[in-house]
């Protein structure tokens, strides 16, 4: 059965929690294939708030194998907690698989990520602080700890000596901080590695498995487009590849068994952490979209930055993913606005372009030329079908098909999984097992 990528075409907090919990039930396999902690979902099971960074939604679901696949980065000790607090709400954690290529977060990581944002001072990236870019970049120079190394406590404090020692240089010679010593991470270490036991897997091998026994694969990426390391907008990005060529690099799957590649796009913008932000709104209007969305960080409360549906991005998204659908996220948070503007074009230096500006600076110097559309007054938040939606909400609806060039299968209407007008087929999740959660997602903190 060929599988399907879920993704977010903007700058994360596209409300992707919601759509995979919403598909999870027909799925056999939810996979995670980029990212780490940096992503989060907030999740209500059984009545308790739970907090999701590494584990793919689809625990939720007995029947589901989750998959933590290669591309992920782990920090051990936060997995171990997730799988705790899951386990403590009822929830079986049995069926988590972990790669054993996977890419460890280790201490020092966190370190290095502390003293670099620092030293940036005004030019930092706002980043979510968990590790993950050092973990990245140690990866990709060949000196990264991998999930596998840590059942050969030998290889392990080789490998963690070699480069603990350069780490240590630069934490105390260039940042004036004080050395890590390595005793404390490979006892840690070693216990996470035993408890962590049961979890590990070959996963391509299941993966390939799965797919060619014609079960259902659903890869899920954190972050989004905008947020990814080669198509976003560097260097305000993420270390990983959220789009639809990443889930496939991460999870280590072939490109001829995609069959779907559905992007969750937001009514309107968030973004978290520096970087350009075209269709960003003035404080007052942002407030106001805000309050309505609940548009904050799930741990720290941070307030994310807000602004008006960006097509222009849209297309962009839908282009280097190859997007055969949309899901359309939050759009009650609009209702009870008078207009909604929405950019469909740009203006750069000048010049109008409905396409992605080729250079950082002309995204930065773009203005967006919005089209007002009319809002609606009524409450949607019970919706079950495009026809129970006010004129204007469907004329919405339509346009960003039509302006995304990519039809919009799904519109969600409020947080829960039964709050989604499903077209073509997705119906809400009668078949499945009785609902149980919600879910939403966010950056991480
Ligand atoms: P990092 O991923 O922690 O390195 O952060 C890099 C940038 O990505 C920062 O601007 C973060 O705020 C942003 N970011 C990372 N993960 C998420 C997410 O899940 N949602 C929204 N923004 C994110």
């Given at each position: ?58 625990i939720l679901y007995p029947h589901v194998t989750s998959v933590i696949a290669d591309g992920v980065v782990v920090d051990p000790e936060v997995l171990l907690a997730e799988m705790d607090d899951l386990a403590a709400a009822g929830v079986d954690v049995s069926g988590l698989r972990l790669s054993l290529n996977a890419h460890l977060i280790m201490p020092y990581h966190l370190e290095m990520e502390k003293v ?41 404090r080789e490998k963690l000596e070699v480069v603990l020692k350069e780490k240590n240089q630069i934490l105390t010679k260039v940042y004036g901080r004080l050395a890590i010593p390595i005793e404390g991470i490979v006892e840690d270490y070693v216990g996470y590695a035993e408890r962590l036991r049961p979890y590990i897997a070959d996963t391509t091998k299941l993966l390939h498995e799965a797919l060619t026994a ?232």
């Amino acid at each position: 059965m060929p599988a399907t990528v879920v993704l977010g075409t903007q700058w994360g907090d596209e409300g992707k929690g919601k759509a995979v919990d919403y598909l999870a039930d027909r799925m056999d396999v939810v996979v995670r294939y980029q990212g780490g902690n940096n992503a989060g979902h907030t999740i209500i099971a059984e009545g308790r708030l739970l907090k999701l960074h590494l584990v793919p939604s689809g625990i939720l679901y007995p029947h589901v194998t989750s998959v933590i696949a290669d591309g992920v980065v782990v920090d051990p000790e936060v997995l171990l907690a997730e799988m705790d607090d899951l386990a403590a709400a009822g929830v079986d954690v049995s069926g988590l698989r972990l790669s054993l290529n996977a890419h460890l977060i280790m201490p020092y990581h966190l370190e290095m990520e502390k003293v670099t944002e620092r030293f940036l001072g005004k030019n930092a990236l706002g980043t979510t602080k968990r590790g993950i870019g050092p973990a990245y970049a140690d990866r990709a120079s060949r000196v990264g700890i991998r999930v596998q190394d840590l059942y050969d406590e030998k290889i392990f404090r080789e490998k963690l000596e070699v480069v603990l020692k350069e780490k240590n240089q630069i934490l105390t010679k260039v940042y004036g901080r004080l050395a890590i010593p390595i005793e404390g991470i490979v006892e840690d270490y070693v216990g996470y590695a035993e408890r962590l036991r049961p979890y590990i897997a070959d996963t391509t091998k299941l993966l390939h498995e799965a797919l060619t026994a014609d079960e259902h694969v659903l890869l899920e990426g954190a972050q989004g487009a905008m947020l990814d390391l080669d198509h976003g907008t560097y260097p305000f990005v993420t270390s990983s590849s959220p789009v639809a060529g990443g889930a496939l690099a991460g999870a280590g799957v072939g490109p001829g068994w995609i069959e779907r590649v559905m992007g969750i796009a937001k009514a309107y913008v968030t973004r978290v952490g520096a970087g350009p932000f075209p269709t960003e709104a003035d404080e007052a209007e942002a407030e106001v979209l805000r309050a309505a969305g609940d548009e904050f960080g799930t741990t720290t409360g941070r307030p994310r930055r807000c602004g008006w549906l960006d097509t222009v991005g849209l297309r962009y998204a839908a282009r280097v993913n190859g997007l055969t659908e949309l899901f359309l996220t939050k759009l009650d948070v609009l209702s009870r606005l008078e207009r909604i503007p929405v950019a469909v074009a740009y203006r750069v230096d000048g010049e109008v372009t409905e396409d992605w500006p080729m250079t950082q600076t002309q995204v930065h110097h773009a203005e967006p030329v919005y089209e007002l559309f009319e809002g609606w007054r009524e409450d949607i938040s019970g919706a079950t079908r495009l026809e129970d939606l006010p004129r204007a909400a469907r004329a919405y609806v339509d346009a960003v098909e039509k302006l995304g060039g990519v039809p919009v299968t799904a519109v969600g209407v409020g947080p829960g999984r039964e709050q989604t007008i499903a077209q073509q087929g997705w119906s809400t999740a009668a078949s499945g097992p009785p609902a149980r959660a919600t879910a939403t997602s966010g950056e991480g903190r």
